[in-house]
C-alpha cells in the first residue's frame, strides 16, 4: 500500500479528478501559523477515517520531519 494509481477506475470526479480514495495523505507547502517546523497536512487515506472516509478539506498539523506510509504528496500541472 499505498495501492496503485488507477486502482479503482470509477474514481472519478465530476471535474475529472482522480485517485482521491485509499490514496494517502497530502503534504502542502502551508507552514502553520506560529510553528516553524509543521505544515499543513489534508486529506484522508487506506489507512484513516471509517467507511466513508475523510474529507478532502481536512487539515491536521505534522511536523516536518514525520514519514508515515500513507503520508505523500500529489502531483500537478497546469492546463493550458
Known sequence: WPPPVGYCPTDISTYGARDFAG??????STAALGRTRRFVV???????GNANGIPL?????????ITSPDLGFRLATECN
Do not use: A, K, P, Q
Open 23 to 28: 490514496g494517502v495523505r497530502e503534504w502542502t
Open 57 to 65: 478539506w481536512s487539515r491536521e498539523l505534522v511536523h516536518r520531519d
Open 42 to 48: 489534508r486529506g484522508g487515506s487506506f489507512m484513516t
